[in-house]
């Protein structure tokens, strides 16, 4: 039997967290009222992508929609828009090179949409840890800053390595929903990095 520790805490600092998508950018969507109506699927802004050969994509086009791939916590790093396109501001250890493929909206504050009877899952608990996490303290304007999320598919060439990946616990629903497109794209990166 292993003995056990006592957790800790580790706070991050924008040079320590990794050089990819992390939890601390994305987490909810499709979780209880979490982005809850959202698209369920990635939006693509890298049609032209390798990985997306022959899925019959184009820009704007939602990835798994159908399917709803997009969730149910998925990962994301902090990003600008310039020119229609996404691309990592590094503020979060992110590599200036990881190409931003394909993202949704995620949140980190259930919607309190004051129905009657309606039961909030997370809350704001999430938020509250990710503003700890991310600013050292708690207040209205950190829990507002850590509202807002993002999940990412994303491509990274380091060296001679290569790091790829679609940042969502549901990519599999595709699969088992015969979701075309999301086979097209898993068949691509198995290609890819399986030879």
């Given at each position: ?13 924008a ?8 939890a ?8 209880g ?28 086009d ?100 290569e ?7 549901e990519?599999?629903?595709g ?21």
């Amino acid at each position: 039997m292993l003995p056990l520790r006592r957790p800790v805490l580790i706070r991050l600092t924008a040079r320590q967290c990794p050089f990819g998508v992390n939890a601390l950018r994305g987490v909810y969507a499709g979780l209880g009222r979490c982005a809850g109506n959202g698209p369920g699927g990635f939006t693509i802004y890298r049609p032209d992508h390798w990985a997306f050969d022959g899925a019959g994509l184009g820009y704007g086009d939602a990835l798994g929609a159908a399917s709803r791939i997009f969730g149910y916590e998925v990962d994301g790093l902090d990003y600008r828009m310039e020119d229609g396109l996404p691309f990592p501001t590094c503020t979060d250890g992110a590599a200036p090179d990881v190409a931003i493929l394909a993202m949704g909206l995620a949140t980190n504050i259930e919607a309190d949409t004051g129905v009657w009877g309606e039961t909030l899952y997370i809350g704001s608990a999430d938020a509250a840890f990710k503003a700890m996490a991310l600013y050292g303290k708690v207040t209205p304007e950190t829990l507002d800053a850590c509202a807002r999320g993002n999940g990412m598919i994303i491509h990274w060439k380091k060296g001679k390595g290569e790091v790829f990946t679609a940042a969502s616990c549901e990519w599999v629903a595709g699969l088992i929903r015969n979701d075309t497109q999301v086979i097209a794209v898993t068949r691509n990166v198995l290609d890819r990095f399986g030879t």
